[in-house]
Structure formats: structure tokens, C-alpha cells
């Protein structure tokens, strides 16, 4: 892995840190990240869910989630949602790497 691009997304689909990618808010919940300059191979992409993002917060569903459906060398799609399984508008960050 010699290269790696992260991120934290706004529930609106907004760039909130990170360099390197644009989002696509496609739908209630699901987003496509796209990287500025494709991967060589299709990288590894993890992704996680924000939930509330005040640092102090105690609450929150471990059932609440962030899902990569679809990962190419110049793009990933992401679910997240609620914890009854519906999509939902949320914060997530990530972490793609790859060569």
C-alpha cells in the first residue's frame, strides 16, 4: 500500500475534511466517493459511521451502520443508516488504500 486517501463526510454529502475526493449524494443515505486521481488497483476502503459527532456524547445504536456496497479503482459507494435497517443521511469518514 504506498498510497491512501481519507475522509469525513457531512450527512449532506460535504467534503468536512480530507483531501483528494469529491462525493456524490445519490440518494437518502448513499453516497459515491470518488478519488481525484484513480487507483492503479481497486484499493481497500473502510468506512465508518458517525453518529452524532460531539466527542462528549454517550449515546447511540451500534446497530446504526455504514455499509460499501461497490468499490472500483476510482470510486466506492457507501450506505448508511438507521438501526432498523432504513437508509438514512449520515456523517461517515474513511479510509481507502491502495497502489
Do not use: K, W
Not at 4 to 26: E, F, L, P, Q, W
Not at 39 to 54: A, C, E, L
Not at 55 to 82: K, P, Q, S
Amino acid at each position: 500500500m504506498d498510497r491512501m486517501v481519507c475522509g469525513y463526510v457531512s450527512a449532506s454529502g460535504n467534503v468536512i475534511s480530507g483531501t483528494g475526493y469529491r462525493v456524490d449524494h445519490v440518494d437518502p443515505g448513499l453516497y459515491t466517493v470518488f478519488f481525484d486521481t484513480a487507483f492503479n488497483t481497486i484499493p481497500s476502503v473502510v468506512v465508518t459511521q458517525v453518529f452524532n459527532g460531539d466527542i462528549n456524547y454517550h449515546g447511540g445504536d451500534t446497530r446504526d451502520n455504514a455499509v460499501v456496497v461497490g468499490i472500483l479503482a476510482d470510486r466506492f459507494r457507501v450506505v448508511v443508516g438507521e438501526q432498523n435497517g432504513s437508509h438514512s443521511d449520515r456523517r461517515f469518514t474513511f479510509i481507502a488504500a491502495g497502489s
